[in-house]
């Protein structure tokens, strides 16, 4: 493993902290204001290789050491095998549960919301309690993050709230904001066309803050890629 040209200018991004090692990454604090931290790397092995050997899957499809270690796979396909179990191993061994999953390319099913609530929208990730998300994409097209100050929230945009309030069918009170809560709606958030957005690139592991009661810094507005059908699959660690 080598560090890499970042997938971004880290002086663009201020809210983006770089650390050097998965130690760091782990137990470096949000705070000043970063709510995005990025451990720099190039992992070597061929991704390709394991995604090309998973069988055809209809939704998000998690993947365990016992699925891994079943693939077939040339020299470059294991080294990249090792850098998936080894990950997981990593986070799981600081308390952590990971998901490897292979995520199927094709449009998002948009429904006839007035808020969308999939997570090729731009969202926050939301706890009850302290915790971060650890995402690193290997394969595939990259999760994407939009800086804070480039975006409104969806349910205070003035035309969405209206036709929000028009659903509920009640007036715009607490009783509505549990509403806007409860359907995810008060997670989503509008970019505006000037705003700067970067992405999370291919095996960086990023560790970004999550919106939960007392967090000291705003949680990290993100989106996974949106691929048309003829795109590849993504492997993609979260946690
Ligand atoms: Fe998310």
Redesign the pocket.
């Known amino acids: 493993m080598s560090s890499s040209p970042l997938p971004f200018d880290p002086t663009q991004f201020p809210r983006i902290g770089i650390v050097s090692s998965f130690d760091e990454l782990v137990t470096a604090r949000l705070e000043g204001g970063v709510n995005a931290l990025c451990w720099p790397r190039v992992l070597d092995g061929d991704f390709g290789e394991v995604e090309r050997s998973l069988p055809a899957i209809d939704g998000i499809t998690t993947l365990d050491e016992e699925d891994l270690g079943g693939l077939n796979l040339n020299p470059a396909g294991q080294r990249a095998r090792e850098h998936l179990i080894n990950d997981q191993r990593l986070l799981t061994a600081r308390g952590l549960q990971p998901s490897l999953d292979i995520v199927p390319s094709g449009e998002p099913d948009l429904g006839d919301s007035p808020v969308r609530t999939d997570?090729a929208d731009w969202?926050?990730?939301s706890a009850t309690v302290k915790a971060d998300?650890y995402?690193c994409t290997y394969f595939g097209e990259a999760?994407e993050g939009v800086l804070n100050e480039d975006t409104l929230g969806q349910v205070h945009v003035p035309g969405t709230r209206a036709k929000l309030l028009q659903l509920y069918g009640g007036a715009d009170d607490a009783n509505f904001r549990s509403y806007l809560a409860e359907h995810f709606y008060d997670l989503h958030y509008a970019a505006n066309s000037e705003a700067r957005i970067y992405s999370f690139g291919i095996g960086h592991l990023w560790r970004i803050a999550t919106q939960y009661p007392g967090s000291p810094v705003p949680p990290c507005i993100?989106?996974?890629p949106t691929t048309g059908s003829d795109q590849t699959r993504r492997l993609l660690l979260?946690s």
């Open positions: 997570v969202h926050v990730d998300t995402l999760t993100h989106r996974a979260i």
